[in-house]
């Protein structure tokens, strides 16, 4: 006979089922409310009906962390095992993890570490668990989270539920327009690979008393990294790239959180990126001599002196966005995103890719939605509007060298409806642009077409294909953003011709 996840004895599972499925909801008077999986029905903090482990383990805690983990896909760790081989893996060895689980036994596999290089140069390392580990960080987490994240302050806004990069962004930006145009930018130095385990351990254990979890959650910041092969242990930084990751840095950045507002100052912070607002640049400076070092001494980090500053907050980028000059504040989308995103089109519109122009023009709606949802904040319409020429002249010259051959584009353009002179072809058709002295990126531009009705012309012979489809007058930011700091409508997206 199998045992259930709390233990009673059960009937046989069925065939191809996970250990946590098969078992219904356990009986409970009737209108009474349902225990929630992220709540212990006992004490949480040991004794009682239910330590904390329990609850880890507690059967629908697992299928949502479950179901999680496969929404999330990713990358395998080290030991190979995909996304999709986790489920059967599961069904069949589940019983053996929880035992050792519950009796400590449980020993996390070393991460994989991988680097990310930053747009500023340099690089970015993270670690990727393997996909048991990601499962079960997921599991502690959605348990952890309701016992610390009500304690934090309201002054972080990063990996929270129900907060985000935009409620960071207009935080700040009210502190602008009351009067604190100076912001001192702290950034940490490698924040994720500095962390005390020691420290953070000692903060972890003012909330929660049940020791398994404790020696658990040690386990996963002493499991060390794969690097070439090798083993290497870590003894400071949280894991990196992992589930745990977000809510283990806002537990020890709390404490700095709680003496700035201490302190009285105008904050926010997002993750490791602490942005504090201020009326003067003497003020600025003031206050960086002293929060840096407060955190060098009190929590054991490193402040990078080159990157941190105090400037004026329309110089500086918070989470992408930037402000325009003047007591108004408006937000505009940083110089450094706007580079990100041309760089990123780029890639999806290489003229020398071979590839379906509906393919290609799917592949850029599909990352400009995300890209207009998350800076619909950006006041600037201006910007939105020169981002949409400028995509759709990358794809102009897309479909003028497909068409190569004179006779393939006069032919594409009869197409649509358009009557051709020599006159427009002997500046536009019959010169190549690949070969031309102005090369091919000013050979398709709009000037070069002569008149409104060649302009009209590309619009439509796009359209062939299916196309954004707005009319040339339209408002990019009201179509895409809104008239305010909220998307109403996204681009329209392609459909295929």
Not at 441 to 466: D, M, N, Q, Y
Request: charged share 30%.
């Amino acid at each position: 006979m199998a045992r259930s996840m709390d233990g009673q004895r059960q009937q046989p599972l069925p065939a191809g089922s996970l250990p946590w499925e098969s078992r219904g909801d356990a009986p409970r008077a009737q209108g009474g409310p349902s225990p929630s999986a992220a709540q212990p029905t006992g004490t949480a903090h040991g004794g009682g009906e239910a330590t904390l482990l329990e609850v880890v383990l507690e059967r629908q805690n697992m299928l949502r962390a479950l179901r999680r983990v496969e929404r999330n896909g990713g990358a395998p760790g080290v030991e190979g095992m995909t996304v999709e081989e986790l489920r059967p893996f599961l069904r069949t060895q589940w019983e053996r993890i929880r035992t050792e689980l519950r009796e400590g036994r449980d020993r996390p596999h070393p991460v994989r570490q991988v680097e990310i290089p930053k747009p500023s140069g340099g690089v970015r390392y993270l670690g990727i668990p393997t996909v048991l580990d990601r499962l079960i960080q997921q599991a502690l987490l959605q348990v952890l989270t309701p016992i610390f994240d009500p304690h934090f302050s309201a002054h972080s806004y990063g990996y929270r539920p129900g907060r985000r990069a935009h409620d960071a962004v207009r935080q700040a930006r009210e502190y602008v327009r009351e009067g604190a145009p100076w912001v001192v930018d702290l950034d940490l130095d490698r924040f994720f690979d500095r962390v005390n385990h020691d420290m953070l351990m000692a903060r972890v254990a003012r909330r929660v008393q049940d020791k398994r979890v404790l020696k658990l959650l040690r386990a996963y910041l002493n499991a060390g990294v794969m690097v070439n092969g090798v083993v290497v242990e870590t003894a400071e930084g949280p894991p990196q790239g992992g589930p745990l990751s977000p809510l283990l840095a806002n537990i020890l950045l709390d404490e700095l959180d709680r003496d700035l507002e201490q302190r009285g100052h105008r904050f926010v912070r997002y993750a490791d990126d602490c942005n504090i607002y201020v009326r003067t640049q003497r003020a600025g400076e003031r206050v960086l001599a002293s929060v840096t070092h407060w955190i060098e001494t009190r929590l054991k980090l490193r402040v990078n002196r080159e990157k941190s500053a105090v400037d004026r907050a329309f110089r500086r980028d918070i989470l992408g966005f930037t402000f325009l000059p003047g007591h108004a504040a408006k937000l505009r989308i940083a110089p450094q995103a706007l580079r990100k995103v041309r760089g990123t089109l780029r890639r999806f519109t290489r003229r020398s890719q071979s590839q379906r122009m509906s393919s290609r023009i799917q592949a850029v709606n599909q990352y400009l939605r995300g890209w207009i949802g998350y800076f619909a904040l950006a006041e600037t319409p201006s910007v939105v509007d020169d981002l949409e020429e400028w995509v759709r002249r990358r794809l102009r010259l897309c479909l003028w060298r497909q068409w190569r051959r004179v006779r393939t584009r006069y032919r594409e353009l009869r197409k649509v409806g358009t009557r051709i002179g020599r006159h427009v072809g002997s500046r536009a058709v019959d010169t190549d642009p690949g070969t031309s002295r102005d090369g091919p990126w000013v050979g398709i531009s709009e000037p070069h077409f002569g008149s409104s009705r060649v302009w009209r012309v590309w619009r439509s012979s796009i359209a062939a294909f299916g196309q954004l489809g707005e009319p040339p007058d339209a408002d990019p930011h009201v179509r895409w953003c809104g008239e305010g700091a909220r998307v109403t409508s996204l681009p329209t997206p392609i459909e295929n011709g």
